[in-house]
């Protein structure tokens, strides 16, 4: 195709926004210009992000590959060095001759440059800016509906009485209020996007311009936005395509689609709607364009969210999702300081110290299972897990295979403790250093926490690769927080390990099972002198979820609470608290007013 031959492309993107629209059969919504635009266009039901959280879904968006893939992107706020073989759809869209203007929130999650890929990246950047007949990609970013709208009040026509919580919620004040500033922040959304849409038909070129709304992730309340359920992973997808393009999505006006679409694949279809060759590597797949193919299945994960770790994988088809989650001792509800800027997250843990929840609702504070599987079908807020019921089996065991397929795949890096010397992308693709097959192995046993297998975790404390003893130590962690005993050898290898992720993680399972003295001491020793900050942090997250003893680690904590690394500072303001006896959930950690200088870039929203 020529340049003049190509459909333009713009994006519409609302931030931390479900299909709570009325496109979507939501009531409560107001959201005429996008309910508008579905009924222009087709809408997909099932369409998934990567990540449900900004940062590592908006790095496989730009890449078209799972942060899983590139070491350290899957964490959120990091830093990851995009190898060379990793493309931008912006850039290759720009060598393709079209103009490329994004407006203006980046947070890719890695060192890429964004003035070396877009024309323009800025609050002002539109397709106006090209050059007369030139085709463009144009992306704007709402911020609206970012989970900060619910920490203030919001103008609108919603009101808390109207709105509908989900089972595993408890009915709060808060709660409601929160939820509906969020559908009235939806409408100031809603009222941009139909801006854009607006400007498009006063410039002529509604008829030449192929639309794309959609969200980086699903909603901002307490399991959502940072969770493995559709509530956090679920976002709206509409696409517009104009008569002269019909045929790139042979559907009629109106329809809506229920095979799976992931956010991963918006690159390889750009790409196919502008005619550019696609690079080799990529993980998505086309789902308007040539070469369409639907999917069976999406896949997402979930790391270090703020200044908690807990690793977990889960895959959706139309049906059902499965999750995996290898971290079952850390409870969904840690405490993130960003998250419990909002009422809705201080009403939940006081309803818990009240005994204020039932069965449901206080899973969110407690243990969670290896495996979670859940018909959405039937059960659509995924409060019956399904997992070891016979009927389900023969579909619990297809979306076992999927996932392990994927991890292999996309030869996933998440298993490589975060800053790591194993995290660059040669190591990390060392069978010798990261034995990829093994490691997962050996973190799904260790996840299972069965006593039995206590003896291979001890065994695996002696393996060459330092990740493999890394996630025997977790399976220690695991037995121990059930109150299972550890051989002295445990701690004959703690004293003589020399990779420190290792050691933070046995001297955890040591202080759970043991006498935590020593071990709280050791933990201290290198959060006071660790080698890098994430490394501190994951010592003092272990200091967190251990026996507390102040006496011992209260004067180092304390010395982290004005430190300029914003997760260490929030982790030691909390831990100071509960070593002191002071922490109430409404006490507020988190200081929005550090943001501000990176707001100026677009990528300070958490």
Same mark, same amino acid.
């Given at each position: 195709m020529s340049a003049k031959d190509r459909p333009n492309i713009v994006c519409l993107v609302s931030e931390d926004y479900p299909p709570r629209l009325g496109a979507y059969g939501d009531p409560v919504a107001r959201t005429p210009n996008l309910d508008r635009l579905a009924a222009e266009g087709v809408t997909w039901e099932n369409a998934n992000c990567t990540s449900p959280v900004c940062?590592?879904?908006?790095?496989?968006?730009?890449?078209?590959?799972?942060?899983?893939?590139?070491?350290?992107?899957q964490h959120m706020q990091t830093r990851a060095h995009l190898p060379a073989s990793f493309d931008t759809y912006s850039g290759l869209m720009r060598k393709a001759g079209y103009y490329c203007a994004n407006n203006f929130k980046t947070h890719y999650n890695c060192d890429v440059d964004p003035d070396a890929i877009w024309d323009e990246c800025s609050p002002r950047a539109h397709w106006r800016g090209r050059a007369p007949d030139q085709p463009f990609m144009a992306v704007f970013n709402a911020m609206a509906t970012h989970e900060s709208c619910t920490f203030q009040p919001q103008e609108g026509a919603v009101h808390p009485r109207d709105v509908v919580l989900p089972s595993y919620l408890p009915d709060t004040p808060g709660m409601r209020e929160s939820l509906a500033r969020h559908y009235n922040a939806a409408t100031r959304m809603d009222a941009e996007m139909g801006m854009r849409l607006r400007e498009l038909e006063e410039d002529g070129l509604?008829?030449?311009?192929?639309?794309?709304?959609?969200?980086?992730?699903?909603?901002?309340?307490?399991?959502?936005?940072?969770?493995?359920?559709?509530?956090?992973?679920?976002?709206?997808?509409?696409?517009?395509?104009?008569?002269?393009?019909r045929h790139l999505l042979p559907h009629a006006p109106g329809s809506r689609l229920a095979a799976p679409v992931s956010l991963v694949d918006l690159f390889p279809t750009f790409l196919a709607i502008a005619g550019i060759e696609?690079?080799?590597?990529?993980?998505?797949?086309?789902?308007?364009?040539?070469?369409?193919?639907?999917?069976?299945?999406?896949?997402?994960?979930?790391?270090?969210?703020?200044?908690?770790?807990?690793?977990?994988?889960?895959?959706?088809?139309?049906?059902?999702?499965?999750?995996?989650?290898?971290?079952?001792?850390?409870?969904?509800?840690?405490? &993130? $300081?960003?998250?419990?800027?909002?009422?809705?997250?201080?009403? %939940?843990?006081? !309803?818990?110290?009240?005994? @204020? /929840?039932?069965?449901?609702?206080?899973?969110?504070?407690?243990?969670?299972?290896?495996?979670?599987?859940?018909?959405?079908?039937?059960?659509?807020?995924?409060?019956?897990?399904?997992?070891?019921?016979?009927?389900?089996?023969d579909a619990l065991d297809a979306h076992r295979t999927a996932l392990d397929e994927h991890m292999l795949a996309i030869h996933d890096a998440g298993f490589i403790p975060e800053h790591s010397p194993l995290e660059g992308w040669e190591a990390?693709?060392?069978?010798?250093?990261?034995?990829?097959?093994?490691?997962?192995?050996?973190a799904a046993s260790s996840a299972r926490a069965d006593p039995a297998g206590r003896?291979?975790? &001890? $065994?695996?404390?002696?393996?060459?690769?330092?990740?493999?003893? %890394?996630?025997? !130590?977790?399976?220690?962690? @695991? /037995?121990?927080?059930?109150?299972?005993?550890?051989?002295?050898?445990?701690?004959q290898r703690c004293a003589t390990e020399t990779d420190i992720h290792v050691v933070i993680a046995l001297s955890e399972a040591l202080g759970t099972a043991r006498e935590p003295e020593p071990w709280v001491r050791r933990l201290t020793g290198i959060l006071e002198a660790g080698p890098d900050p994430r490394v501190r942090l994951q010592a003092m997250e272990a200091l967190t979820c251990m026996p507390l003893r102040p006496a011992i680690s209260l004067a180092v904590v304390d010395s982290f609470n004005e430190v300029h690394d914003q997760y260490l500072r929030t982790g030691s303001i909390y831990l100071s608290q509960l070593l002191r006896g002071t922490y109430r959930p409404r006490n507020v950690i988190f200081d929005e007013g550090r943001l501000d200088a990176r707001a100026q870039t677009g990528a300070a929203r958490l």
């Open positions: 940062a590592p879904s908006r790095f496989a968006i730009l890449t078209g590959r799972h942060a899983e893939s590139c070491p350290r992107a509604a008829q030449d311009t192929i639309v794309f709304y959609f969200s980086d992730h699903g909603s901002a309340l307490p399991r959502s936005k940072r969770y493995l359920y559709d509530e956090g992973l679920r976002v709206p997808m509409i696409v517009r395509v104009p008569q002269k393009w696609p690079p080799q590597g990529l993980q998505g797949r086309v789902f308007v364009g040539p070469g369409c193919v639907d999917r069976t299945y999406v896949f997402a994960g979930r790391h270090r969210m703020g200044e908690r770790y807990d690793l977990s994988r889960t895959v959706r088809s139309r049906r059902y999702r499965y999750i995996r989650n290898y971290q079952p001792h850390r409870p969904l509800g840690q405490h &993130v $300081a960003y998250e419990w800027l909002g009422a809705h997250y201080q009403d %939940y843990e006081q !309803a818990r110290l009240d005994g @204020g /929840l039932d069965l449901v609702q206080g899973r969110f504070w407690g243990r969670k299972p290896f495996e979670e599987f859940y018909d959405l079908q039937a059960d659509p807020d995924a409060t019956v897990n399904l997992a070891g019921q016979a009927e389900h089996a990390a693709h060392d069978p010798a250093l990261y034995p990829l097959e093994d490691v997962l192995a050996l003896d291979r975790l &001890v $065994a695996g404390l002696g393996h060459a690769s330092a990740v493999m003893r %890394y996630w025997a !130590a977790q399976g220690l962690i @695991g /037995l121990a927080v059930q109150g299972h005993a550890l051989p002295d050898e445990v701690a």
